[in-house]
């Protein structure tokens, strides 16, 4: 899908729970290097009231499933590193690979 400027798509899935939006997800496809294409998971939101429940790790699934469908050679994201709580999903769910980012400012 391209976007309407021209540009690279961003995805969004939603979840809800007893018809509630509770959680969200952003993500998109781009060119790497030295595999084939991949998948990043640049927003993954769950409401607190829903934290605990699944809708987390459904979001980061449904992901994975698109990315497979499109043949990604990976699936990725970013977090903090004091944010214990998701962490705690993402180790269960994924392999931290030790890699810090840098923000060069412009």
Known sequence: MVAADGGDA??????????RLVGMSHYMFHANAWMADVCYL???FTAPEAR????A???IHA?????RTRGCAKYYWLTK??????????????????????????
Do not use: T
């Open 42 to 44: 640049q927003d993954l």
């Open 81 to 106: 590193q004091d944010n214990e709580r998701a962490r705690r999903l993402y180790d269960k769910v994924a392999r931290f690979k030790g890699f810090l980012r840098y923000d060069f400012p412009l």
């Open 57 to 59: 790790g459904a979001l």
């Open 52 to 55: 605990g429940r699944g809708v």
């Open 10 to 19: 961003i995805y969004g899935l939603g979840a809800r729970l007893d018809g």
């Open 63 to 67: 992901v994975a499933d698109a990315a």
